[in-house]
């Protein structure tokens, strides 16, 4: 993003005929002068896993939102092409691709100005990449799948030591949140829940989404499909959590990603159903992020806590 920077200059109109009686200057309406520079407030964004679909997204929703700006693009693919140019954007973004976080941190933090991260990487390398974000006094926004446990907890006790914020998130669909605070509102009305989900490629089973919302729907005192909750039959689905909650996982080219979660009693079906079609559904959440991380002094995990 730029920001306009203007100068009003008047314009004076003098008689000089000496031979009348001198009049009152005279002034027309001022000529306005802008420049266009670029804004010193905007939040910096580094993008590591830029070249990724979700990463080319990332760079696009960005550039395009205000107050902040895509300052570095890291990835092991596509290295020194310009970032903007991978994207497809019709102007190249000056910004080339580098396979070394380290040194694009080192660059941004000389201008000292507010920095994000963004991490779409892998799980094995998202504590050293938090690590080294917090260092060049950084924040983070992760959004990476299947992260331990054991890994979000090292990570907030090394936050809340720095003093940095730090956005662990299982999702940036702001649709799939609103699905899980929806069931969790049905739990407490329904004996009986399957989750049932699709994708169109082999990915890890269950997904990220699945286990998120049979965890929420855990330990909350209840206890579900009580007639059927110690089969072993593999067709019922894998049980998640010990309060019953099954989950379902279709693979099939040409299916949407699909998760809907099935309540019921006697006489009555409550469905929730949420279908992602295009990567852009992650975008407004991690605009949020974004906005959001800057704030902050310690991690917090989930999304959902800013909606």
């Given at each position: 993003?730029?920001?306009?920077?203007?100068?009003?200059?008047?314009?004076?109109?003098?008689?000089?005929?000496?031979?009348?009686?001198?009049?009152?200057?005279?002034?027309?309406?001022?000529?306005?002068?802008?420049?266009?520079?670029?804004?010193?407030?905007?939040?910096?964004?580094?993008?590591?896993?830029?070249?990724?679909?979700?990463?080319?997204?990332?760079?696009?929703?960005?550039?395009?939102?205000?107050?902040?700006?895509?300052?570095?693009?890291?990835?092991?693919?596509?290295?020194?092409?310009?970032?903007?140019?991978?994207?497809?954007?019709?102007?190249?973004?000056?910004?080339?691709?580098?396979?070394?976080?380290?040194?694009?941190?080192?660059?941004?933090?000389?201008?000292?100005?507010?920095?994000?991260?963004?991490?779409?990487?892998?799980?094995?390398?998202?504590?050293?990449?938090?690590k080294q974000a917090t260092a060049f006094g950084m924040n983070s926004v992760v959004y990476v799948p299947r992260i331990k446990q054991e890994t979000v907890m090292a990570l907030s006790m090394f936050c809340e030591k720095a003093s940095m914020?730090?956005?662990?998130?299982?999702?940036?669909?702001?649709?799939?949140?609103?699905?899980?605070?929806?069931?969790?509102?049905?739990?407490?009305?329904?004996?009986?829940?399957?989750?049932?989900?699709?994708?169109?490629?082999?990915?890890?089973?269950?997904?990220?989404?699945?286990?998120?919302?049979?965890?929420?729907?855990?330990?909350?005192?209840?206890?579900?499909?009580?007639?059927?909750?110690?089969?072993?039959?593999?067709?019922?689905?894998?049980?998640?959590?010990?309060?019953?909650?099954?989950?379902?996982?279709?693979?099939?080219?040409?299916?949407?990603?699909?998760?809907?979660?099935?309540?019921?009693?006697?006489?009555?079906?409550?469905?929730?159903?949420?279908?992602?079609?295009?990567?852009?559904?992650?975008?407004?959440?991690?605009?949020?992020?974004?906005?959001?991380?800057?704030?902050?002094?310690?991690?917090?995990?989930?999304?959902?806590?800013?909606?």
């Amino acid at each position: 993003m730029a920001a306009s920077s203007c100068q009003f200059q008047p314009t004076y109109y003098i008689n000089y005929n000496y031979n009348v009686r001198p009049k009152k200057v005279e002034t027309t309406k001022p000529f306005i002068c802008c420049s266009v520079q670029p804004s010193q407030n905007n939040v910096k964004v580094i993008i590591n896993g830029a070249a990724k679909e979700i990463g080319r997204a990332a760079v696009i929703a960005v550039t395009k939102a205000r107050g902040m700006e895509v300052a570095g693009a890291v990835d092991s693919n596509f290295v020194g092409q310009d970032i903007g140019q991978v994207c497809d954007m019709e102007e190249p973004l000056e910004i080339p691709i580098i396979n070394d976080l380290t040194m694009v941190l080192g660059s941004i933090s000389q201008s000292k100005a507010i920095g994000v991260v963004i991490d779409f990487t892998d799980p094995s390398t998202v504590y050293d990449n938090v690590k080294q974000a917090t260092a060049f006094g950084m924040n983070s926004v992760v959004y990476v799948p299947r992260i331990k446990q054991e890994t979000v907890m090292a990570l907030s006790m090394f936050c809340e030591k720095a003093s940095m914020g730090c956005l662990v998130a299982p999702t940036l669909s702001i649709g799939s949140i609103l699905l899980q605070q929806a069931a969790i509102s049905a739990s407490f009305h329904y004996n009986n829940v399957e989750i049932v989900e699709s994708r169109a490629n082999a990915v890890d089973f269950p997904t990220q989404d699945a286990v998120q919302i049979a965890n929420n729907l855990s330990n909350l005192g209840q206890l579900y499909n009580r007639d059927d909750i110690s089969t072993d039959i593999p067709a019922r689905g894998q049980v998640i959590g010990e309060d019953g909650v099954r989950v379902h996982s279709l693979v099939l080219p040409g299916l949407p990603s699909s998760t809907s979660v099935y309540f019921s009693r006697p006489g009555e079906v409550y469905t929730l159903k949420h279908d992602i079609t295009d990567v852009q559904c992650l975008m407004p959440g991690l605009i949020l992020a974004i906005r959001k991380v800057v704030r902050l002094k310690n991690l917090v995990y989930g999304l959902e806590k800013f909606l």
